[in-house]
């Protein structure tokens, strides 16, 4: 037991120590600084912000991130009091974010972190307040549109509304040149019944969704 507590320790102690030489990443690290820019900081700061003042005060309400990268919203919202869940298909990246839960040293009852394919974890999944799927369902629908709507139904009718974020830019699913597109294929394929553009980041043509499901 205690040598495999020496081996997680020395593979997290690595990935805090990789992390000291990266200069960019995804999104920004509290206590990497260097690895981000103040542009990139004010932009997810702006998202995040976007989130809160749509689900009011986090605190004690339940998050689940879907393709929570190196995990900036769930540590951002569990410093405001949320309980939260990170899932990534990227083993490495939820390795990064383990590895920076101890360094921040929070607890298991606020925040954790698995890695999986969103699709295969959505049959375990229990109720939560809020999802956030931001930049990462235009990687799931290139890969298996039905499957992925039925996902993403799942997932509505286990929360009050996902926030979704796609960029223009992603093969055939070119559906945000204008805002409403994206919303409108959201109500079209799945049960959505409303949706609303909650901002704009950068001026770029980005926008932040909410999206609710029929039974509200
Ligand atoms: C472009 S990044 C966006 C990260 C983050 N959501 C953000 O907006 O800052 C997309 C993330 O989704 C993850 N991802 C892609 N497909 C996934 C899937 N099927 N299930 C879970 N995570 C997935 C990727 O590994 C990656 O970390």
Redesign the pocket.
Known sequence: MIYIHIQVDCKMNKILEKLKNITTT??PIDGFPHTTTDLRKKG?KTILNTIVEYTGNPKGLKFL?????FG??CFQLEKMGAYVDG????LG?INTCQALKKYYKLSDKTINFYN????ERIESLKKVDYI?????FH??LV?DEKKSWETFNKLLNKSKAIFV?MRNSYGKWEMCRHHNEIGDAVVKNSDATWYKVLGRVHGRIIYVFGVEPKSQ
């Open positions: 995804y999104q997810f991130d879907v393709g929570c990268c900036y919203f899932v990534d298909i990227s990246r999986s394919d969103m699709n956030i799927m931001l930049n990462m990687h799931m890969k974020m």
